[in-house]
């Protein structure tokens, strides 16, 4: 994936109402690129230390389950946000949503 198309990518996601966040990290949680800026900078760091430790385990558990089997989409729903890893073969895009409000779609 170019970088461009990574942009375009990012930029498309973060316009969806309920998105607050987006990482992208390599699979040993290096930050690629982020929309968690100065006081948010935390935050980001915390998420691009943890999930992809537990996409990794995600991951195991696919593959030993059905070792022909591979993680595709791993979502995480909370009471306060939801979290959606998508992995690929170098990076892991993590997007942070909140709770959608009653009757809103996916736009």
């Known amino acids: 994936m170019s970088d461009v198309d990574i942009e375009d990518t990012i930029n498309r996601i973060k316009n ?3 998105v607050q966040g987006i990482v992208i990290v ?3 949680g290096t930050i690629t690129r982020t929309t968690y800026l100065n ?4 935050e ?3 998420i691009a230390k943890s999930i992809p430790i537990l996409a990794q385990k995600a991951r195991s558990l696919v593959r030993d389950l059905d070792p022909t089997n591979d993680l595709a989409f791993l979502r ?4 306060q946000n939801e979290i959606l890893i998508a992995p ?3 990076l892991l895009l993590i997007v942070i949503q ?3 409000k009653q009757g809103e779609d996916d736009q």
């Open 16 to 18: 969806h109402k309920s």
């Open 26 to 28: 390599n699979h040993e």
């Open 39 to 42: 006081e948010k900078k935390e």
């Open 44 to 46: 980001g760091d915390t």
């Open 76 to 79: 995480i729903k909370s009471k």
């Open 88 to 90: 690929d073969k170098d």
């Open 98 to 100: 909140g709770p959608k």
